[in-house]
């Protein structure tokens, strides 16, 4: 067993010293109280309340609709049902990209209101005035390189990122620019294993990756994928360690018939 699974609560020193100590990070995503609670009590290093809430909450095709006041929602949520795992919360499209004072004023609403340990927002360069606004404030900002959904109609395709040499050596300069700034971690999303594994030897802080191989310092997945609930997403670097959709439909449709058939409830079920 590991020294880090008897910590009590996990901090952002807690993943630096995992990096330090070669211990791999494990992270999910979470977006409400009881599977907080089942990924906590799992084991889990650090819960990602990701934007993806839009997707796999909402149904929405991209991240980009959801909204600040309904990420803070999530966020109340996933943090009541938390006890050791580092809380870390997306900060939506459209709330820190504008200007430096906009997204210090969303970092403070997702940590004040939310409850949130930390706030993850996309991008390298370009948002540097920002993460630096939010990181000044006190408050720990995880970085996120690669495949960034948040833009994805810049891009026009989900596929593999940094696959050119240009786009490899910006990625490569920006994660040690985020490190720079006083970023806490990095998520890489979706990048060829080898310059996963240049930019984590080019830094000090973790890198947790997505599709982004081995070599990183930690992973994460999104829970609903991860257990199986998603039948229609199916990426290459999806395990799925459960095929929930299928044990929940045969559930629902054995209710259905019990039900039918007045099989339930039986006389010990009833008062």
Same mark, same amino acid.
Not at 48 to 51: A, P, Q, S
């Given at each position: 067993?590991?020294?880090?699974s ?6 952002t020193?807690?993943?630096?010293k995992?990096?330090f100590?070669k ?7 979470a977006y ?11 084991g889990?290093?650090a819960v990602?309340?990701?934007?993806s809430?839009a997707?796999v909450?909402?149904g929405?095709e ?5 909204t600040l006041?309904q990420?803070?929602?999530h ?5 009541r049902?938390?006890d050791?795992a ?9 709330t820190?990209?504008s200007?430096p ?6 970092a403070v609403?997702?940590m004040k ?6 706030v ?7 948002i ?5 606004k939010?990181?000044?404030a006190g408050?720990?900002?995880m970085?996120?390189l ?5 833009s994805i109609?810049k /891009?026009?395709?989900?596929?593999? #990122? ?6 490899? =050596?910006?990625?490569?300069?920006d +994660? @040690? ?6 970023c806490?971690s990095i998520?890489l999303e979706?990048?060829?294993a ?5 930019v984590?030897?080019s ?11 081995a070599?990183?310092?930690g992973?994460?997945?999104?829970y609903?994928d ?6 229609g /997403?199916?990426?290459?670097?999806l #395990?799925r360690y459960?095929?929930?959709?299928? =044990?929940?439909?045969?559930?629902? +449709? @054995? ?8 099989d339930f409830p ?6």
């Open positions: 067993m590991s020294v880090h008897e910590i009590k609560k996990v901090t020193e807690t993943l630096r995992m990096k100590d211990e791999k990070i494990t992270m999910l995503t409400d109280f009881t599977t907080a609670k089942m990924v906590d009590a799992g889990i290093d990602l309340i990701g934007d809430a997707n909450m909402a929405f991209t991240t980009l609709p959801i006041d990420m803070i929602y966020a109340q949520s996933v943090v049902g938390t050791r580092l809380v870390v919360a997306d900060l939506p499209f459209g820190y990209q200007n004072e906009k997204a210090l004023e969303s609403r997702m209101e939310g409850g949130a340990h930390a993850k927002i996309e991008g390298g360069k370009e540097s005035k920002s993460i630096k939010i990181i000044n408050i720990p900002v970085g996120h690669g495949l960034t959904p948040q109609y /891009f026009g395709t989900y596929k593999v #990122r940094a696959k050119e040499e240009a786009e490899a =050596e910006k990625l490569i300069s +994660a @040690q620019l985020l490190e720079e700034l006083g806490f998520v979706k990048i060829p080898e310059l996963a594994k240049k984590t030897e830094i000090s802080i973790p890198t947790i990756g997505i599709g982004a191989g070599h990183c310092d992973q994460v997945l999104v609903h991860m257990v199986g609930m998603n039948q /997403f199916s990426p290459k670097f #395990r459960l095929d929930l959709y299928t =044990e929940i439909t045969g559930a629902v +449709a @054995q209710y259905v018939k019990d039900v039918k058939n007045v039986n006389e010990k079920e009833s008062y």
